[in-house]
C-alpha cells in the first residue's frame, strides 16, 4: 500500500512534467477542477424486467420510484429510483433492455452500496422477500465496518453497509479496473475527486481505493476502484451504462478531461456545445462518464415544475 502510494506520487510528478510547457495554464485548470461545483448525479443500469426490478428495489431495499417512463410502442421503459429526490441525492437510472435483446452484465461493473443503519435487517428483510444473500452480514479481520452482498433479479451485485445516517444512503458505485494507479491518477486529475483511502485486502486478494468530492465517505457518495489481484483483462457487457456528474462550466470541464485524456488514456465520445451542455468520455478502462452543467440541471427541473403547474390548471378547469 505505502508502495503504491510512492507509486503514486511518483507517477503524478512524472505527469505534471510530461504537460510541460503550458504547465501554468495546466495548473489554473486543475486548480478550478477542484473547486467545481461538482457531485455525482446518477448511475445508468440495464435491466432484463424493469417491473421485477422495481418491485425488488423498493421492497426489499426501500427505495423509491422518482420518475418512470414507459413508451410501448418504442420499446422504451424506464426508471429513476433512490431514496429521495434526484435533485439534491445519487439516484438510480434503470432501463429496461429491449425485446430480443439478452442482458449481459459483464465482469468490469463492480455493484452499487447501500448505507443502512442495520444491515442484518436489511438482509432479513432481503431474504424474506425471496432475494437472493451472496455473502451473510460480517466483518473484515480487524475491521469494524459491517457488510453484506446481496443480487437484485438479474444477477446484478449490491453491498449492504452498516453506516451511521446519511444524506447519501446509495452510497457508491464499484468498478473493477486492471491499472489501479492510473486510474486513481485518472478521477483525480480528470475529475477531481479525491483519494479517501486506499487499502489491500491480501486475503481476497484485491486493492480498493475509494474516491469522493469529499472526504467522510460515509456520507456522501463515492466510487470505489477496485483492482482484483492478477486479473489484466473485464468484459463491459451491456447492463452498467455509465455514471452522470455535475459541473459548473462543461467547456472548462472537458478542457482538463481531454488534456487528460491526451496522458493517462480514454476518449471522448460526445464534446459539448452551446445546444447540448453535456460531455461524454470513457476513461482508460472504458468506463462511460457523463458531464453535465448544473445550470441545464436547474433549467430541466423549472421546465418540470411547469409542466406540473400546467398539467395542474387543467385538471382543475
Ligand atoms: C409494468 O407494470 C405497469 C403497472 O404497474 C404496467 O402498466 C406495465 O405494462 C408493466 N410493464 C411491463 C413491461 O410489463
Ligand atoms: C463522518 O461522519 C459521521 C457522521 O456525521 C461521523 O460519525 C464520523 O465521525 C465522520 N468520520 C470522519 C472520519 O470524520
Ligand atoms: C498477483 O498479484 C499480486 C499482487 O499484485 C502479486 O504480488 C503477485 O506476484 C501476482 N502473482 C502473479 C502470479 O502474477
Ligand atoms: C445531449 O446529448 C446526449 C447524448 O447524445 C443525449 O442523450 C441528450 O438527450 C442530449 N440532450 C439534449 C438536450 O439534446
Same mark, same amino acid.
Given at each position: 500500500?505505502?508502495?503504491?502510494?510512492?507509486?503514486?506520487?511518483?507517477?503524478?510528478?512524472?505527469?505534471?512534467?510530461?504537460?510541460?510547457?503550458?504547465?501554468?495554464?495546466?495548473?489554473?485548470?486543475?486548480?478550478?477542477?477542484?473547486?467545481?461545483?461538482?457531485?455525482?448525479?446518477?448511475?445508468?443500469?440495464?435491466?432484463?424486467?424493469?417491473?421485477?426490478?422495481?418491485?425488488?428495489?423498493?421492497?426489499?431495499?426501500?427505495?423509491? &420510484? +422518482? %420518475?418512470?417512463?414507459? $413508451?410501448? *410502442?418504442?420499446? =422504451?421503459?424506464?426508471?429513476?429510483?433512490? /431514496? !429521495?429526490?434526484?435533485?439534491?441525492?445519487? &439516484? +438510480? %437510472?434503470?432501463?429496461? $433492455?429491449? *425485446?430480443?435483446? =439478452?442482458?449481459?452484465?459483464?465482469?468490469? /461493473? !463492480?455493484?452499487?452500496?447501500?448505507?443502512?443503519?442495520?444491515?442484518?435487517?436489511?438482509?432479513?428483510?432481503?431474504?424474506?422477500?425471496?432475494?437472493?444473500?451472496?455473502?451473510?452480514?460480517?466483518?473484515?479481520?480487524?475491521?469494524?465496518?459491517?457488510?453484506?452482498?446481496?443480487?437484485?433479479?438479474?444477477?446484478?451485485?449490491?453491498?449492504?453497509?452498516?453506516?451511521?445516517?446519511?444524506?447519501?444512503?446509495?452510497?457508491?458505485?464499484?468498478?473493477?479496473?486492471?491499472?489501479?494507479?492510473?486510474?486513481?491518477?485518472?478521477?483525480?486529475?480528470?475529475?477531481?475527486?479525491?483519494?479517501?483511502?486506499?487499502?489491500?485486502?491480501?486475503?481476497?486478494?484485491?486493492?480498493?481505493?475509494?474516491?469522493?468530492?469529499?472526504?467522510?465517505?460515509?456520507?456522501?457518495?463515492?466510487?470505489?476502484?477496485?483492482?482484483?489481484?492478477?486479473?489484466?483483462?473485464?468484459?463491459?457487457?451491456?447492463?452498467?451504462?455509465?455514471?452522470?456528474?455535475?459541473?459548473?462550466?462543461?467547456?472548462?470541464?472537458?478542457?482538463?478531461?481531454?488534456?487528460?485524456?491526451?496522458?493517462?488514456?480514454?476518449?471522448?465520445?460526445?464534446?459539448?456545445?452551446?445546444?447540448?451542455?453535456?460531455?461524454?468520455?470513457?476513461?482508460?478502462?472504458?468506463?462511460?462518464?457523463?458531464?453535465?452543467?448544473?445550470?441545464?440541471?436547474?433549467?430541466?427541473?423549472?421546465?418540470?415544475?411547469?409542466?406540473?403547474?400546467?398539467?395542474?390548471?387543467?385538471?382543475?378547469?
Amino acid at each position: 500500500m505505502a508502495c503504491n502510494l510512492k507509486h503514486l506520487t511518483y507517477s503524478l510528478l512524472l505527469f505534471i512534467s510530461l504537460i510541460g510547457s503550458s504547465i501554468a495554464d495546466d495548473e489554473d485548470l486543475l486548480e478550478w477542477v477542484q473547486q467545481d461545483n461538482r457531485r455525482f448525479l446518477n448511475a445508468v443500469l440495464r435491466v432484463s424486467n424493469l417491473n421485477r426490478t422495481i418491485e425488488f428495489y423498493t421492497q426489499s431495499l426501500g427505495m423509491t &420510484v +422518482l %420518475r418512470k417512463r414507459e $413508451i410501448p *410502442e418504442k420499446d =422504451s421503459f424506464g426508471a429513476v429510483l433512490g /431514496y !429521495g429526490p434526484e435533485e439534491s441525492q445519487f &439516484v +438510480l %437510472r434503470l432501463k429496461q $433492455i429491449h *425485446e430480443g435483446e =439478452s442482458l449481459d452484465i459483464g465482469t468490469a /461493473y !463492480g455493484h452499487f452500496g447501500i448505507a443502512t443503519e442495520d444491515a442484518y435487517g436489511l438482509v432479513d428483510i432481503i431474504r424474506a422477500g425471496g432475494g437472493v444473500i451472496t455473502r451473510e452480514p460480517g466483518t473484515l479481520p480487524g475491521l469494524s465496518q459491517i457488510f453484506a452482498f446481496v443480487e437484485d433479479p438479474d444477477g446484478y451485485s449490491i453491498e449492504i453497509l452498516e453506516r451511521p445516517p446519511t444524506p447519501f444512503p446509495i452510497n457508491h458505485i464499484n468498478l473493477h479496473v486492471v491499472d489501479l494507479d492510473r486510474a486513481i491518477q485518472f478521477y483525480q486529475q480528470a475529475l477531481g475527486l479525491q483519494l479517501i483511502l486506499i487499502f489491500d485486502n491480501p486475503l481476497e486478494q484485491y486493492t480498493m481505493a475509494i474516491m469522493g468530492f469529499d472526504t467522510n465517505f460515509t456520507q456522501i457518495t463515492t466510487v470505489e476502484l477496485q483492482y482484483n489481484y492478477n486479473v489484466t483483462e473485464y468484459t463491459s457487457g451491456n447492463g452498467y451504462i455509465q455514471v452522470a456528474i455535475s459541473t459548473d462550466d462543461v467547456f472548462t470541464s472537458a478542457d482538463e478531461v481531454e488534456l487528460v485524456i491526451q496522458e493517462l488514456g480514454g476518449s471522448i465520445i460526445r464534446a459539448p456545445d452551446e445546444n447540448n451542455k453535456t460531455f461524454s468520455f470513457l476513461d482508460p478502462e472504458g468506463f462511460k462518464t457523463v458531464l453535465v452543467e448544473n445550470q441545464v440541471l436547474v433549467e430541466n427541473r423549472l421546465k418540470k415544475q411547469r409542466g406540473k403547474l400546467q398539467g395542474i390548471s387543467i385538471a382543475s378547469e
